[in-house]
């Protein structure tokens, strides 16, 4: 009893300390049978510059319910972190049918220094690149799977970097980012720079990541009233093959911004046309360590949003699978509730025949409230 109000007591007084989101969220997934999940998600942040150092901190506390509860991400060999405190504060022992658990992640814990020109990063940070709107092939660090719902933070990984600005809208940056145990298996570094000439973004980035050797640019740039892009990278893991995926598409504005749309082409060498070597071709080294999930070898995205009152914003995507026919579908409303507060609505979920890499996926509702202090 004594531990629970003091985490209450810690989290109240947090409160009126940091700034923060509270996000309370409800979801019902729908396959062979229905579960559901609810929780009340709290992230306090803290930001402060002293003469040229900067702080930034993030702590997520999420108490869930459920048929199970969410059971909280234990450190895997995918999250760049090189420790952490155990995500789970309740239960302990997980037995897998448990109907409340509380659950943390410290996201943010850094601190940044500028010593001339070059801005030194250490710590706990967010770090991202990249261009497409389906799968970005240079984003190696912490990217967000595609048609994932809750995308307002990256995921903090634990790094040292450092930014030198070489003009306007350019730059060159390097860094290490730690796996578990800082390890150098489970670790990667990167050089990466960004030029702006004729008009187009550029970057071009070198890398190497849990044993795999990445090279890749981006290409960014307005085509007459659209915005295109090309992103691609070559990566090389030390026990297999080199592997290449491309992404490339348009995006547009139409009616004064009210109505935005996106087509976009992703290629993925590693995947397989053949829908029954899905499993078996799953386990090679670009699924296992190379930041691949996708299952086959080319995909189209696309993507609506309508702004139907200055309020309200609708949404849908969609990824398309040109080997096996599968479709992974969502549709979502955002509804500003004030200047602090809002709204998602949204239903997810797959279509496709028998076997096929998106025929499976769950249909899931969800309602997600997001209010700023």
């Not at 093959?241 to 082409?265: I, K, M, V, W």
Request: net charge neutral.
């Amino acid at each position: 009893m004594m531990k629970w109000l003091f985490i209450l007591a810690i989290l109240t007084s947090a409160v009126y300390c940091f700034t923060g989101v509270f996000k309370p969220g409800f979801q019902v997934t729908q396959k062979d049978s229905t579960s559901w999940n609810g929780y009340l998600s709290l992230r306090l942040m803290d930001r402060r510059r002293i003469g040229s150092f900067r702080t930034d901190f993030a702590w997520v506390v999420t108490p869930t319910l459920g048929n199970p509860a969410l059971a909280g991400p234990e450190i895997e060999l995918d999250q760049f972190r090189i420790a952490d405190p155990h995500a789970r504060i309740f239960p302990e022992e997980w037995r897998g049918n448990e109907s409340f658990s509380l659950l943390q992640n410290i996201d943010r814990l850094s601190f940044q220094v500028r010593p001339s020109r070059v801005k030194i990063t250490m710590g706990r940070q967010a770090i991202f690149w990249g261009v497409a709107k389906s799968v970005s092939p240079t984003d190696f660090i912490a990217p967000f799977p595609y048609g994932a719902i809750n995308t307002d933070y990256r995921a903090g990984v634990d790094a040292v970097r450092a930014v030198y600005p070489l003009g306007m809208m350019s730059e060159i940056e390097t860094g290490w980012v730690f796996g578990e145990d800082a390890e150098i298996d489970k670790s990667g570094y990167w050089l990466r720079t960004r030029l702006y000439a004729a008009s187009t973004d550029i970057s071009i980035v070198a890398a190497g990541f849990r044993e795999n050797r990445l090279i890749g640019a981006s290409l960014n740039r307005s085509i007459g009233g659209a915005v295109g892009w090309i992103e691609s990278a070559l990566t090389k893991p030390d026990d297999s093959d080199a592997f290449f995926r491309l992404s490339t598409g348009l995006e547009r504005s139409f009616r004064n911004s009210t109505l935005y749309g996106f087509l976009e082409y992703h290629h993925n060498s590693p995947g397989t046309s053949e829908r029954e070597s899905y499993s078996e071709n799953s386990l090679s080294q670009a699924y296992r360590t190379g930041g691949v999930y996708l299952m086959a070898k080319h995909y189209l995205a696309g993507g609506l949003s309508i702004t139907a009152t200055p309020l309200l914003t609708l949404n849908t995507n969609s990824l398309f699978n040109m080997n096996d026919n599968s479709i992974q579908l969502s549709a979502s409303g955002d509804y500003s509730l004030s200047d602090n507060s809002a709204v998602n609505v949204g239903i997810s979920g797959g279509l496709g025949p028998e076997n096929t890499e998106f025929q499976n996926l769950r249909t899931a509702i969800h309602m997600i409230i997001s209010m700023y202090f």
